[in-house]
Structures are given as structure tokens and as C-alpha cells.
């Protein structure tokens, strides 16, 4: 039935591009935030990558590959989205949100925040690898297909990954909190 | 249990939170730019497409009309630019990224639970943009420096200094004022309240949607290091507002805070200006240019 619509879409079908839109959006789209860590980035960027799986769609060889397609261009967008970030330090006189989540037994706030400044720190290609390999589930070598990089190159850079957010993890939490002044 | 798999474990758990729903109206984003973006001719196909030698010779020929053709119209003239760059046409307006900012409209987004709800509004040059609510003005590492920020509000602290009722230091905890749900209720409780003094409200229309202007004003002598801020120390501060999207700026001594308290078909949004007496009259009228320009998105 997908392969149905693929096909359909490849064809110029517009319609049947939405249905696609509408049955991968939301694995897609939670792709997006947790490579960039933003709501408003992600949509914008899943945005341009459906745009461009729509120009792009006819030169797709095989209509079953469709998903892990879709996974390299949205990929591939969000990474050029993040190298543009501009990296700064985060000003003191605004807050980021609390995260309302119940009480975890696994991480607490203090590691979900550590987490996060060690996610942000990576470069984009970290950051898209790690994405890939635990909330997706592809195998580095899948990786390695689908970014186009040698599956050598996928392990090093998920050790280094894998590294800097065990030392992330490791730091004291006392040193990440918001500081400054209040104004 | 192995190193590898601890953080394999962590890093599952940890991406397994988030927003995983596509807002509804990428949907229809796509389908509007994918109805004016033509698909691109298969290549693939294309290559497989028998040629004999007279149709080569005549595509040849056709190419070399065509860059011929194309050449003469694109060459300069009058030492001009020979082809004026259509402007790419904005489709929605821009996510507030983080950094400076150039001229445009915005999207925030003051709700956490709700990421179909956005706040969109004109924001000049220069300033600075904090994903996914705030902008400050030029120069914003001043600590007088002056912010807009879109957000909700379910209730109030009764003493801003003394909002850690849990004791954990996060913010967005339950204020112990029950305030109801338009934005007159709210605006009735900051009038009641004598931790800060505030303004008559004035009914405004910021789209078309209805509320209240009114500015409050903080003491100038708090003793913020006697308030609650963060339980691992550094930070203490004031919070007017409660809930989980209430306070995603600090509050401190001599705030001034012009509010727009709107009701956006059941749902309560503020526009909150933040400044002081020492900010430039120029960035204070571009803030009230920012809100004024606010359209909603429910």
C-alpha cells in the first residue's frame, strides 16, 4: 500500500505525497527536534526536507527504501541546519523551561540537563549519529549507508559521541546550572 | 553491567523523551509549496531513453539556441545586474533561532503542551533571539537589558520572592493564588496583589483578538539573595507568574513589565515586555513594535 503511494507520489501524484506526509510526519518530525533540540528548527527543517523529497521523489530506485530515504535527506537537512547554529553561550537572563516530566528513576532533572548541554556541544554530525543509532535503531552500518561515510568512520565518531556524554553525565551538576545574576 | 551499554541504556531513555507528534500544519505548509514546486525530471529515467544520431544533432542544436538565447538576456547592460534575484517567497514566518536576528516576522511559542499554538510578530534587526519565547534587545548582555516574551500564566505567587513551594527550586511550580481562566481574572489578581504596583488596564486588540494593557512594576529595594532561586545556589530571583510556561525570564529589582494579557479563543497568552527605567526610549518604542505586530495562531 505505501509502495502504492510512493509510486503514486513519484508520478506527480500530490495528494498521495500528503498521505505520505501524514503517515511518516510524526517519526520524522521527532527525528528533527532530537537531532536539533528545538521545536520550531525541527518543523522548519522537516518542512524543507519534504519539499525536497518532493522535487527529489522520481529519482528514488526503489519505492520500498522510501523511509530510510526520507531518514538521509531530513537528516542531511538538519545537520546543515545545525552547523549554521550559531554557538553561543546562553544568556544568563533567560531561562530555559523546566522540564514538568514525573520524577525518573533512570535520569533525574540534573542528568536530563547535563544530557542536554553534552548533546549541543557535539558537532551535528555526532549529533544526527546518535539520533540514528538510539532513537531510530539503525546499525552503524546502516548509518554509514545512509549518511554516505565509510562505517569505520560511523563507529569513531559514535565513540567519540558516546564519550562526551558519559563525561557529560559525569560532571558536576553544581557547574551546569543557570548562573548570574538576576535582572 | 557494561560501560557501552549503560550509556547505549541512558541515551535511549533519555531521546525517548521529546515531542514526537508533527504539528498539524506542516501538512499543510507542504502541500501548499509542493502544489508551486515542480517535481524534478527522473534522470535516471531519462538516461534510459534511447537517442538515434539525428535527434542528438538536433538537441545539440536546440542547446546551443537556447544558451545562446540565454546569454544575450543575461548579460549585463548599462553596467547593471543583468538578472535581478527573485526574492524566494516566505512561506511561513521564521522559527526564533538563537543568536541575533535579522528583520522578520517570527514564530514563538509559548506553549510547551501545546505546539500548535504561536505567536508570530515583527522583530527588527539586530536583536537577539532565545528559542522559543524570547527576544532581547541590542546589547542584551546589559542586565537592564530589555526582553519580549510570549508566555501563559495559570495563576500568581502571592509573594513573587517565595515561589518554591515544593522546595526543589524548579520553576513552573503551582502559584497558591487561584486565578480563573481570562486574561481579566489575571489582570484582577496582579491589581490585588501589594508585592508590586500596577497599572488600570486598558482593554487592547492585538489581531483580533481581545485583552487588557496594563504595566506592573517591582520595588526598587528587593533583597533578592533572601528569595528562592535555584536549590545548588548562584541564582535568585523573583516570579510573578505560576505554571509550567510562566517564567521563562527572571525577575529582579526595578522590573518594569509591560503586560498585553489577550484571550485567544480559551486560552490566556501574554506578551510581556521587560525593562527599566535606564533602557533607551529607542529600544522600548521597537519592543512595543514587536507586540504590536503580534498575530496569534491558536
Known amino acids: 500500500m505505501d509502495r502504492d503511494l510512493v509510486e503514486r507520489a513519484q508520478r506527480g501524484d500530490q495528494a498521495a505525497f500528503v498521505d505520505l506526509v501524514r ?21 522548519d527543517a522537516l518542512q524543507d526536507a519534504l519539499v525536497i523529497a518532493w522535487r527529489d521523489l522520481p529519482d528514488l530506485r526503489d519505492p ?10 531530513l537528516t542531511n537537512v538538519c545537520i546543515a541546519d545545525a552547523g549554521r547554529e550559531r554557538r553561543r553561550i546562553a544568556n544568563l537572563h533567560v531561562l530555559p523551561l523546566d ?5 525518573d528513576d533512570l535520569l533525574t532533572l540534573a542528568d536530563r540537563d547535563q544530557l542536554d548541554r553534552g548533546f549541543r556541544r557535539l558537532n551535528a554530525d555526532e549529533r544526527a549519529i546518535l539520533v540514528l543509532r538510539h532513537y531510530v535503531g539503525y546499525e552503524p552500518t546502516e548509518i554509514a549507508e545512509l549518511l554516505g561515510l565509510p562505517a569505520g568512520t560511523i563507529r569513531s565518531r559514535l565513540h567519540h559521541a558516546h564519550r562526551a556524554m558519559r563525561a557529560a553525565l559525569d560532571a558536576d551538576a553544581r557547574t551546569a546550572v543557570v548562573g548570574g545574576t538576576s535582572a | 553491567m557494561s560501560e557501552r551499554s549503560d550509556i547505549d541504556r541512558v541515551l535511549r531513555h533519555w531521546m525517548d523523551d521529546g515531542p514526537s507528534t508533527m504539528p498539524d500544519r506542516i501538512v499543510d505548509v507542504v502541500a501548499d509549496r509542493i502544489s508551486v514546486h515542480p517535481q524534478r525530471r527522473s534522470w535516471r529515467l531519462l538516461r534510459r531513453l534511447p537517442m538515434n544520431p539525428r535527434i542528438k544533432l538536433a538537441a545539440g542544436v536546440a542547446a546551443a539556441v537556447v544558451l545562446a538565447v540565454a546569454g544575450y538576456y543575461l548579460l549585463p547592460r548599462d ?3 543583468g538578472v535581478q534575484p527573485t526574492p524566494s517567497p ?19 511559542r509559548p506553549s510547551s503542551a501545546d505546539p500548535n499554538l504561536a505567536v508570530t510578530a515583527e522583530v527588527p534587526a539586530g ?16 542586565p537592564v537589558a530589555i526582553a519580549v516574551a510570549f508566555l501563559l500564566a495559570d495563576g500568581l505567587h502571592s509573594d513573587p520572592c517565595r515561589w518554591d513551594r ?43 483578538h481581545p485583552g487588557f494593557a496594563l504595566e506592573v512594576r517591582l520595588p526598587d529595594d528587593l533583597n533578592l539573595e533572601a528569595c528562592d532561586g535555584s536549590i545548588l545556589g548562584g541564582t535568585h530571583y523573583y516570579q510573578i507568574f505560576s505554571g509550567p510556561d510562566a517564567n521563562p525570564l527572571f525577575q529582579g529589582d526595578g522590573n518594569r513589565m509591560d503586560l498585553v494579557i489577550l484571550d485567544v479563543e480559551g486560552t490566556r497568552v501574554i506578551a510581556m515586555i521587560r525593562f527599566s527605567d535606564d533602557t533607551p526610549a529607542a529600544d522600548l518604542d521597537a519592543a512595543r513594535g514587536i507586540v504590536e505586530s503580534v498575530e496569534v495562531v491558536p
Open chain 1, 99 to 103: 522540564d514538568a516530566a514525573a520524577p
Open chain 2, 79 to 81: 553596467g547593471g545586474v
Open chain 2, 166 to 208: 515544593l522546595g526543589n527550586g524548579q520553576r513552573g511550580q503551582l502559584g497558591n493564588l487561584v486565578v480563573g481562566p481570562t486574561a481579566i481574572d489575571l489582570v484582577n489578581a496582579l491589581r490585588a496583589n501589594p508585592a508590586y504596583t500596577s497599572t488600570e488596564p486598558n482593554p487592547v486588540t492585538l489581531g483580533t
Open chain 1, 23 to 43: 503517515s511518516r510526519g510524526d517519526r520524522l518530525f521527532a527525528i528533527a527536534y532530537r537531532i536539533l533540540r528545538d521545536v520550531d528548527r525541527a518543523e
Open chain 2, 90 to 108: 516566505t512561506w511561513s514566518p521564521r522559527a526564533v533561532g538563537e543568536g541575533v536576528l535579522t528583520a522578520g516576522r517570527y514564530r514563538f
Open chain 1, 64 to 73: 520500498d527504501r522510501f523511509d530510510a530515504w526520507a531518514h538521509r535527506l
Open chain 2, 127 to 142: 536583536w537577539n533571539g532565545h528559542p522559543d519565547r524570547v527576544v532581547t534587545g541590542p546589547g542584551d548582555d546589559d
